[in-house]
Every structure is written in C-alpha cells, then in structure tokens.
C-alpha cells in the first residue's frame, strides 16, 4: 500500500497541473491570444534552461551513446509508420491528415512532462538518456513532417528549398542550441557565476508546472467535437506500443544500465505533446484531431503511465528481455 501511494504523490501533481489548467481554462474566458507570452517564454526561455541544466555536468561519454540513440530513434520511427499507416486507413488514403496522426501516436510530450517525471521516478541517472531522446526524436519528426507535408503538396515548396528550411529551423531551434551549450559546458568544465546559475535554476524549475498547466488550459479551449474512429488505437500504439518496443530494442541493442531502459520506456509512455496541436494548426490540417488525441491520450495515460511506473518500481519490468546472452 506504501509503495502505491509513493506513485500516486509522485504522478497526481502532473495530472493535477494539468487538470488546473483545464478548470481554469473552461471557468475563466480570457482570450487564447494570451497564452503566446507563455507559450514563448516555455520554448524560448525555460525549457532550454532546463536542458542546459540537464547535460551541463554530464560526461561526454553519455552524450554519444549511439546504440543507445540509434534504438530509441528507431522506435519512434516504428511507432510513427504504424501511426501513419492506421491514418491512411481511417482518412482513405488521405496524406496530410495521415502525417498528422503519425505524429499523435508517436510524438510524447517528451519536453514539458518527460524531465521533471522521468527524473523524478528514476533520479539524476536517467538525466542523460532523457536529453538524447528529446533531441533525437525531435530531430526525426521535425525532418520528417515537413518532407511529408511537401510530398502531399501542403508546403508549397521544392524539396530543396524544404531541406534548407527542416535545416535552419534545427540549427537555430532553442532546445538544440541549449544543447549545443550544454555539451560544450560538460567538455570545459564550465561553472557559471552565483547569480547567473540561480537564474538558470529558477527558469528551468519553472518549465514543468508552466508547461502542463498550459496543455491544460489548451484542451480545454479548444474541446473535443466528437470522437475521431482511429483515436483509440492511435493511442494504443502511443502508450502501449511504443514503450514495449523501446524495451525490445534496447534489449537487441546492448546492455543499457536499468535507468537508461525505464527512462525510455517512460519517456515513450507519455501522453501525445502539445506540440501536435502547434503543428496541425501550422498546416491547417487535423486540428480536431489533434485535439482529441492530446485529450483522450492524456486522460488515458493517468492509467497506462502509472501502470509502467508500478510495475517498473516494483521490479516487475525487466531491463532487459535477453540477460543470458
């Protein structure tokens, strides 16, 4: 009984947050314009404070772990092709819309809830394979979608001109540069002033809380019409899928220590991000959709995520399908 509700104090304030955000996006009409500052200030400001903070004082030996890179990407390109393909079904062959519910079943909401709750499950040893599977699973959906986008002539561009952009928009994304910074301040040691590190502490502290009471406040905007028929699995390969194949690989892979492996399960257990419902209104296609799945998979993972984490906690989990070889 102890060791259940130690799982509920340590997952209910996420949800919580986001349930906050929910009331008081349904009990106060403000308008939607409003949430641009806090949207800027999580993507431009805190978060990548946060992943500074993350890799800041890692070993480099951690930040080029390949195999382990090369089996958490290709997950979520599994993971997105099963997605992808369940959209084709359900939209009759119908690309834009099918790219859209690639993402929802395979983009987790790796940056607002994945470090504070991984972190917070499996401690500081799972900081380093949190920072590789934000930037790498980043770096393959946001190379991919605009590809797809222009294959299905939503991007009114040639592929060149497609491929200059998907490589600006790496380069110059904030969370990548934060990580370039943070890389260069494990390889030189750096220690930041007194004031400067404080600053930095209460900027990163401030990305979780803010983040998931904006996907709160989000939902609950912009609310669920009707229930879209391919939800449901889109949502089973998201929850359940993705972490068990997470499992399958890196046990093919290698040995990984047990943190590095229940990181990356957790990591892919998370609910659909925000960011899908960003995407889908850059695009102008499956917003409904996306809205649903954001809905259903974050009510959905209440149970699904807690389940991982109780058997993960437990020791039921192993950390690898094949120790005998």
């Known amino acids: 009984m102890a060791s259940i509700l130690s799982l509920f104090d340590l997952v209910l304030p996420f949800f919580g947050m986001i349930a906050l955000g929910y009331f008081c996006g349904k009990r106060v009409k403000l308008p939607a314009a409003g949430l641009a500052w806090m949207q800027f200030f999580l993507i431009y400001v805190s978060l990548p404070m946060l992943f500074f903070r993350l890799i800041a004082d890692k070993p480099l030996s951690d930040l080029t772990n390949w195999p382990y890179v090369i089996a958490t990407t290709l997950a ?191 990591m892919a257990a998370l609910p659909p991000a925000l960011n899908i419902f960003v995407i889908s209104t850059q695009y102008g296609v499956g917003v409904e959709r996306a809205s649903a799945s954001i809905l259903v998979g974050t009510i959905a993972s209440m149970v699904t995520l807690t389940l991982f984490l109780w058997l993960i906690r437990e020791g039921y989990m192993p950390h690898d399908l094949f120790p005998s070889r």
Not at 117 to 122: E, I, S, T, W
Not at 204 to 224: D, E
Not at 230 to 256: N, Q, R, T, W, Y
């Open 76 to 266: 979520t390109y599994v993971v997105f092709a099963l997605s992808f393909t369940v959209g084709l079904y359900f939209t009759r062959g119908n690309l834009p819309q099918s790219v859209m519910q690639g993402v929802a079943g395979a983009y987790s909401n790796i940056g607002y809830m994945g470090p504070p709750l991984v972190l917070a499950a499996l401690g500081p040893a799972a900081s380093a394979p949190v920072v590789l599977i934000f930037v790498f699973d980043n770096l393959l959906l946001f190379s991919l979608i605009p590809f797809l986008m222009a294959l299905a002539g939503v991007e009114k561009k040639s592929m060149l001109e497609t491929a200059r952009g998907v490589a600006w928009k790496v380069v110059t994304h904030p969370f990548n540069i934060a990580t370039v910074l943070g890389v260069l301040a494990a390889v030189t040691k750096l220690q930041l002033p007194s004031a400067l590190d404080k600053m930095t502490i209460w900027l990163s502290g401030a990305a979780a809380p803010c983040a998931l009471f904006l996907l709160g406040v989000t939902v609950a905007i912009r609310p669920m019409q009707k229930m879209p028929p391919e939800v449901p699995a889109l949502m089973f390969i998201k929850l359940i899928v993705h972490p068990l194949l997470i499992l399958l690989l890196l046990s093919i892979m290698g040995d990984f220590p047990p943190a590095w492996v229940f990181a990356g399960m957790v």
